[in-house]
């Protein structure tokens, strides 16, 4: 609506009811405030032009009056269903947001949580530090994970399981599926899913940890797939009904982890962001360096 723009190159001379707009095809309504007061803004759509070059529009404001759109700026308003408008991507939040992280399928679980500079291990027992959390200090692993899908056989840092996480996403709208859908079909009910990802956020301003859990169930049978080429399974978010339909490629990397969380543990003898250290003191025999 914001970069709806009037081409003079269209013909508006007709009266609005000749261009769809009495009554409109679409009617938009925006509510918000403006100088401290609440206002509602009313867009309405009508037809479009013969060629499907214009889309032709108006508002509350300026009811009698017709303007025409180019259709390729309307494109975002003349969607075919509402689940189009759902978000491709279950997690989108920057990583540095992230607080706790686990993963579950079948008897593999991984839990870690953020504890200041790093990153700890809550599950499985027996593993201590999955390294640190600073962004500078892993820059090579975030440079390394930059711009490219990671093998799961690669991953070797939290980091690396983040960006994996935060780069599920659903491939195109026709993978979600229609509203009505229940969980129970497709091996989604709470508690019945066949994998579970859990992501804590912690927002610094406002204090608020989120939880966001992306469930996993059943794989999507060949025959629903038409063209599409490998596996796929079905997916909702824990606090969402909408189903949606995500390449099992996607899941390797956290799958991976899961199975074997040693491949993220620190390989850092001693674990502590060195840009703190006050002092170091080395001991050899009699002889005791100091440096401050």
Do not use: C
């Not at 504890?115 to 692993?141: Q, S």
């Not at 994970?145 to 491939?171: F, P, Q």
């Not at 966001?212 to 049978?221: A, F, I, N, S």
């Amino acid at each position: 609506i914001k970069s709806a723009r009037h081409d003079d190159t269209a013909d508006t001379s007709k009266a609005p009811k000749q261009y769809g707009m009495d009554p409109p095809q679409m009617t938009v309504k925006l509510e918000g405030r403006h100088n401290d007061e609440a206002k509602t803004w009313e867009f309405f759509v009508g037809n479009e032009s013969v060629d499907k070059a214009f889309v032709f529009v108006n508002s509350a404001e300026r009811r009698d009056k017709v303007f025409a759109v180019p259709s390729r700026n309307m494109e975002g308003l003349l969607f075919k269903e509402a689940r189009y408008l759902r978000p491709k991507q279950p997690f989108a939040f920057p990583d540095s947001m992230v607080s706790n992280i686990e993963i579950k399928k079948g008897p593999d679980r991984v839990e870690l949580k953020r504890e200041e500079e790093l990153w700890k291990f809550l599950a499985p027992e027996g593993l201590t530090y999955a390294g640190p959390t600073d962004v500078e200090i892993e820059k090579k692993d975030k440079d390394k994970d930059k711009d490219k899908k990671e093998d799961a056989d690669k991953i070797r840092s939290v980091r690396g399981l983040m960006n994996a996480i935060i780069r599920i996403n659903v491939d195109q709208d026709e993978d979600f599926l229609p509203l009505g859908v229940s969980p129970d079909e497709v091996g989604l009910a709470a508690g019945k899913e066949s994998m579970r990802v859990e992501v804590s956020t912690f927002d610094k301003d406002t204090k608020k940890t989120t939880k966001h859990t992306l469930l996993v169930g059943d794989k999507v049978p060949a025959g629903k797939l038409k063209d599409r080429k490998g596996d796929f399974y079905y997916a909702r978010l824990a606090n969402d009904d909408g189903i949606m339909m995500i390449n099992a490629d996607q899941f390797k990397t956290v799958e991976a982890v899961a199975k074997d969380p040693k491949t993220i543990r620190s390989r850092d003898i001693a674990v502590f962001d060195p840009r703190k250290a006050d002092h170091v003191v080395i001991k050899q025999g009699d002889t005791e360096y100091k440096f401050y």
